[in-house]
């Protein structure tokens, strides 16, 4: 059974910084690309940031790029997304997200293309 489990979201004000970590198990982690996502109320779910199986690659979406930074630790089973700079549009609940393995290793931003999703954890920007 695969489960994403994520953690560390929170309120923070205008500026600030938050961490978040998603913890993987049921799936062969280091096999699988793995992606951030995000959705505020009334909006439909939005790409955040991805990496590769390997890590050497990852994508942020405009919005956030400069600001978040996606990694992830294939010993850990982990994939964290730093988020610097926070701003009141930043808030949403955002979501761990699992692809199964293929034969390319790239990011992807569909998020019907990912099998796996987390519960997801509430980040909240006061002004």
């Known amino acids: 059974q695969v489960q994403l489990v994520e953690s560390g979201g929170g309120l923070v004000q205008t500026g600030g910084s938050l961490g978040l970590s998603c913890a993987a198990s049921?799936?062969?982690?280091?096999?699988?690309?793995m992606g951030w996502f995000r959705q505020a109320p009334g909006k439909e779910r939005e790409f955040v940031a991805g990496?590769?199986?390997?890590?050497?690659?990852?994508i942020v979406a405009a919005s956030v790029k400069g600001r978040f930074i996606i990694s992830r630790d294939n010993t850990k089973n982990t994939v964290a997304l730093v988020m610097n700079s926070l701003k009141p549009e930043d808030t949403a609940v955002y979501y761990c997200a699992a692809r199964h393995p293929g034969t390319l290793d790239y990011v992807e931003d569909r998020p019907e293309k990912y099998d796996y999703w987390g519960q997801g954890t509430q980040v909240t920007v006061s002004p």
């Open positions: 049921g799936l062969t982690f280091s096999q699988n690309p």
């Open positions: 990496v590769s199986v390997s890590g050497l690659s990852t």
